[in-house]
């Protein structure tokens, strides 16, 4: 279906109406392709967020969500970010880039953001600290390294939703984490586990290729 006719307006509610009709989670999953090239149709905000808030729901250790998202659509700002990506084509092309940001060190300083509210009292003093003293022998590499860790769930979660809702997504880790920092103003401490280009898809990805399951999965 050409778009090319229609008011904008218009086609961001249709957009909406057909967010309604979203894969289930094997379909998703068997779908699902990098896509690499978008149609220039912009990603309405309203789905965007709809689609971030699920995949925030993402499990992390300790519940502390040290994820941290940038989502990039200025055009300047991809530009720069695809030159930090080694000049893949993507990271400029699509419409929407998430910057996936892993920081700890914001999460540990906002234990009770993440802390549970049933959890109360000397409780959850015990808790703060017992999270406190799980990091405190860790340097700021290993830290680094397991809040990108944690982070791979979420991004795990939102390639699938990506996928239900209808957007093509390629998740990336051939960028240089220090320029990618110094464009958007990130700490020096965290980690960027990916960059996820995302858009109506223009193409249909290569088609998959797998290890077959009794190649990776043993039965004791
Ligand atoms: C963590 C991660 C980093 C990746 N980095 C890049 C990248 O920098 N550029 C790229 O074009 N594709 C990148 N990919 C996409 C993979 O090449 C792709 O997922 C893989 O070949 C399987 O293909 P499929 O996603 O179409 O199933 C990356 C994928 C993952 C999960």
């Known amino acids: 279906m050409a778009f090319t006719n229609f008011p904008p307006a218009l086609l961001n509610i249709w957009r909406g109406m057909e967010a309604t009709h979203l894969l289930d989670a094997k379909t ?5 392709r990098s896509i690499r090239r978008y149609r220039k149709a912009p990603v309405p905000e309203g789905l965007l967020k709809e689609i971030l808030e699920a995949a925030l729901r ?3 250790a300790w519940n502390l969500q040290p994820w941290r998202i940038v989502v990039v659509r200025d055009p300047a700002t991809k530009r720069a970010l695809r030159e930090a990506a080694f000049g893949q084509a993507q990271v ?3 419409p929407v880039v998430l910057v996936l940001c892993a920081d700890l060190e914001d999460a540990l300083n906002h234990l009770d953001e993440v802390i549970h509210p049933g ?3 000397e409780k959850r003093e015990a808790q703060k600290q017992a999270i406190q003293r799980a990091f405190a022998a860790m340097g700021q590499e290993e830290r680094a390294s397991w809040a990108a860790g944690q982070s791979y769930i979420l ?3 939102l390639l699938l939703l990506l996928e239900a809702y209808g957007l093509g997504s390629v ?6 984490p220090e320029r990618v920092k110094a464009i958007l103003g990130l ?3 965290a980690a960027i586990p990916a960059l996820v280009a995302l858009g109506y898809p223009a193409e249909e990805g290569y088609p998959s290729h797998r290890l ?3 190649r990776v999965v043993s039965w004791r």
């Open 119 to 121: 959890v109360q009292g």
């Open 212 to 214: 077959p399951l009794d």
């Open 187 to 189: 700490p020096s401490h």
């Open 58 to 60: 993402a499990p992390s």
């Open 92 to 94: 400029e092309e699509a």
């Open 155 to 157: 991004l795990g979660y």
């Open 171 to 176: 998740p990336m880790l051939g960028f240089d």
């Open 28 to 32: 998703a999953a068997l779908r699902r």
